[in-house]
């Protein structure tokens, strides 16, 4: 599966950041790699079975860091995202031979009336409106995390760690995550994406003040 047709249209024509085509080809390699441990080598090969099977396999996923068993809905829906914006440019460029088994699995799928993650691009064009460095990383953690405001006025400078990960195809990459008191009393763990990451690391670089909260007036 050569994806890189599809993404150099993307970067050109959909007016979207170099970090959004990086995890755009990291997810579309993550499929490919699952698809070549089934021996499934041509994109018409991939029907609702393969689908369903690979939100199986990332349902089934250990995920030790969160002490929990799969990943998180808002990473399988941006991988199943990838996936069906692939699929739509191949049908598109194929005189329309191809028909993806993504939108079939959606419109067969129950309606779900629950809130849904915000997609890479969408939350791109958010920010890109906000001038003011403070407001925007508070939106960017708000909408990503889906922390409560009284759970991100708990946010302190150390409140969020990072590290480096190693994912299944040996790329390595930058992972933030904190923890804060949530509904009930209970520890509650969070994940920051990496646009959310970017935007830390330069709100903190203006920083010169002493005061351990995360943002301040």
């Not at 499929?31 to 021996?39: I, V």
């Not at 129950?110 to 809130?115: L, Q, R, Y």
């Not at 190693?166 to 930058?174: A, K, S, Y």
Request: hydrophobic share 35%; aromatic share 8%.
């Amino acid at each position: 599966m050569d994806f890189e047709p599809f993404l150099a249209h993307w970067a050109t024509n959909k007016n979207v950041s170099p970090r959004t085509i990086r995890s755009y080809r990291n997810d579309l390699k993550l499929f490919a790699a699952f698809c070549h441990d089934r021996g499934i080598r041509r994109i018409t090969h991939v029907d609702h079975a393969v689908i369903n099977d690979y939100i199986g396999h990332m349902q089934a996923k250990p995920n030790p860091r969160f002490e929990r068993t799969g990943l998180a809905d808002a990473s399988i829906a941006r991988r199943l995202a990838a996936l069906s914006s692939y699929f739509e440019y191949v049908r598109a460029t194929s005189n329309h031979k191809l028909r993806s088994p993504l939108r079939d699995l959606t419109r067969r799928r129950k309606k779900n009336d629950a809130p849904k993650p915000v997609d890479d691009i969408t939350l791109e064009q958010l920010v890109a409106g906000i001038t003011n460095l403070r407001d925007r990383i508070l939106m960017t953690l708000f909408v990503s995390t889906g922390l409560r405001l009284s759970e991100m006025h708990q946010l302190n400078r150390d409140t969020i760690s990072f590290e480096l990960e190693i994912d299944e195809l040996g790329q390595q990459h930058i992972r933030a995550s904190g923890e804060i008191i949530g509904k009930g009393n209970k520890g509650r763990a969070f994940s920051v994406d990496e646009l959310t990451q970017e935007l830390y690391a330069e709100y903190m670089s203006t920083r010169t003040d002493s005061n351990p909260a995360f943002v301040h007036q």
